[in-house]
């Protein structure tokens, strides 16, 4: 069974930064691609951050190209997601994903952590 739990969320002001991190457990994680995701109430959930399973791989959405990176741990089975000027459009639900295609897709996610950027 493959868990993921996101953590790191929280209330900062306009400008400020936080660190999500995503730990995996039960599963090959060097294996995955992973993905940050977020979800604002009333809209449709949006792809954030994509890193492949060597690290070497990634894309962001243009809302946050040059403000957030990700990154990843294979040693220490975790995913990251630094955020840094942060804006009140910023604010949602982050979730992590991890997905791998064996004969046919396989993905899994977090529960979501919150992040709220005040003005």
């Known amino acids: 069974q493959v868990q993921l739990i996101e953590s790191g969320g929280g209330l900062v002001q306009a400008g400020g930064s936080l660190r999500l991190s995503c730990s995996v457990s039960?599963?090959?994680?060097?294996?995955?691609?992973m993905a940050w995701f977020r979800q604002a109430p009333g809209r449709e959930r949006e792809r954030v951050a994509t890193?492949?399973?060597?690290?070497?791989?990634?894309s962001y959405s243009a809302s946050v190209t040059g403000r957030f990176t990700i990154s990843r741990d294979n040693a220490k089975n975790t995913m990251y997601l630094q955020m840094d000027m942060l804006k009140p459009d910023d604010t949602a639900a982050y979730y992590c994903?991890?997905?791998?295609?064996?004969?046919?897709?396989?993905?899994?996610w977090g529960q979501g952590t919150q992040v709220t950027v005040s003005a």
């Open positions: 890193i492949d399973s060597s690290g070497n791989g990634i």
């Open positions: 039960g599963g090959s994680f060097s294996r995955y691609t």
């Open positions: 994903q991890a997905s791998r295609i064996v004969l046919r897709r396989h993905e899994y």
